[in-house]
């Protein structure tokens, strides 16, 4: 692969791109849908001289995202969501061969991510692309305005979506955002399918525990809850939901999950995954009703779902790492519950994330999003806005014929019988 010129960067070792491209290619072998709309960049240049960050996880996924940006003629700056996440041998890759700035150590401290981002917002970005709004909140907060020439910002999660919401709310959010989170594709195979298979991924992979005849308890049965409990009951587990809200609860149990409440779960489970979105959904009440050997996983919100203090406070010091990410506290009555990852989102942390064909998918919509709002400059308010529905039907179609999928046409007669029912 020939070198570009060199940009600033801060990533772990140059030395390591040659790995990182290996990885970088085949991912993209894996997401058709990005290298169509690469092609067609590359032919069109709608991107032309469009500055764009992005504060992603630095994957070799997001590698072939910007390549697709770059396909069309933008510039892009690169720093990591997620210091646990970053590869470090990507990172290296899209410095040396496609001359990107990138920003991103794994493990990086939280004072070095912040001033990444400050590094990026410094490059005057016209689109921000973020994975927890870090980017866009910041900055709003280091002037009281977007910066100048700022177009708009999209965002991948529904944690920033609530941040961005918020500044809305108190009518400071000074750009349009779109918010790709909620695209029906998005959910449906990011959330639902792209979560589900690798949060059980990262369970198995840190406890080579079997699913089946173990009973998994879900709580949170949401698009990702919903993924892990089906995931969980095809490979043979027992299935539990835990919920607060009544529809998915009826979902739920619709669907033929048992639906029980926390406490009652907690005495049942083998296997707990927490998908809510929520803190302290497992705490110390929950924790004294386990049985011994209990494996604890969360797929949902940073750390925060699993009492770790609590926790902690219960084995009072008797931790020990039994294996790679599997860490056993020995509470005083001699059982032991079996954390995996350190709390963290274990299809991240104790996996590889989402499969390279779900973020085909998400990152088509981002690449399409990006084009939507350099097209509608000037003419889209300040605020969160969905998806447009186009978008979202355009990366369906995409995917399907990837698939090799067809599907029906309504006929005229039904379309003329649909519209007199308008
Ligand atoms: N690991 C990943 O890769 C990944 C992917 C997608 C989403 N997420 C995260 O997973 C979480 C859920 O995402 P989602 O899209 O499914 O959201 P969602 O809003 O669709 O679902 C969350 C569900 O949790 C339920 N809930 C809230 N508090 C609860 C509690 N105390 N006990 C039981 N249930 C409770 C809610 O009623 C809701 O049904 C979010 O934090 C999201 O950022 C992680």
Redesign the pocket.
Known sequence: MARASIPPHEVADLALAPDGEARIRWADEQMPVLARIRERFGAQRPLDQLRVAACLHVTAETANLVATLLAGGASVTLCSANPLSTQDDVAAALVLYRGVEVRAIRGEDLDTYARHVRSLLAGAPHVTIDDGADLLVTAHESGGAAPRGLIGGLEE???GLVRLRRLEERGALACPVLAV?EARTE?AL???H??GQ??IDGIVRASHVLLAGHTVVV?????????VAERARGAGAAVVV????P???LEARMAGYEVLP?LAAAERGDIFV?????R??LRREHFERMKDGALLA?????DV?LDLAQLRSLARGNVREVRPLVEQYELADGRRLNLLAHGR????AAAE??PAAVMDVSFALQTLCVEQLVRSRGRLRRGVHPVPVAIDREVARLKLDALGVEIDEPTAEQEHYRESWG
């Open positions: 999660t529904a944690t989170n959910r990011n959330d639902r792209g979560t690798s949060a709580l949170g049965y949401g698009w990702a809850g919903q993924g835990v919920e607060v809200d529809l998915r609860a926390s927490t998908v809510t979105g929520s302290r959904v969360n797929a949902g919100h940073f779902e989102v274990v299809n991240l994330g989402h």
